[in-house]
């Protein structure tokens, strides 16, 4: 999924109509709509300030704008892949079922991943158990580790 598509998403969670987030972002109000169209279509690509500009008036982390693509399955793999290099994330068929294990790898990165994916756990559980909203979920994972350095 392309950062054009995440920003068209996440400014229609936020109700805002494309000139609201422009003028939002410092646009004139002439021309805000037409730059976040620009944006949502994909003809242009926000540099790294604007995207920040863009996380903060949206209420997000940047990193919900950046994700790699998505757009086939073969993209996904890739991810995994990688995903596989660096964390240490593997395959595994249990019961006939496939899923992926996060496992112990001893490594920095893969001790990380694993602490990351027991947090998303717990807020599943908590949103599944109706400890919280869906909204509260939402927002969590829109804003997860907002302002942290990795």
């Known amino acids: 999924m392309k950062t054009c598509n995440r ?31 620009q944006y949502e279509s994909g003809l242009r690509e926000p540099r790294e300030k604007l995207r920040a500009a863009m996380s903060d008036a949206l209420n997000i982390s940047p990193q919900a704008l950046t994700i790699h693509s998505l757009a086939t399955t073969t993209s996904l793999m890739h991810l995994l892949f990688a995903i596989e290099d660096i964390y240490g994330l593997t395959i595994e068929c249990r019961d006939g079922l496939l ?18 994916l027991a947090e998303w756990y717990e807020k599943r559980v908590d949103l599944l158990r109706g400890r919280i909203t869906r909204e509260e979920y939402d927002d969590w994972r829109y804003n997860y580790r907002k302002g942290q350095k990795e």
């Open 99 to 116: 899923f992926l294990n996060p496992g112990y790898t001893g490594t920095s990165a893969g001790n990380n991943l694993l602490s990351c």
């Open 7 to 37: 920003l068209r998403y996440f400014r229609k969670r936020r109700n805002l109509i494309q000139k609201e987030l422009g003028m939002m972002l410092g646009f004139r109000e002439s021309c805000a709509d037409v730059r976040i169209a």
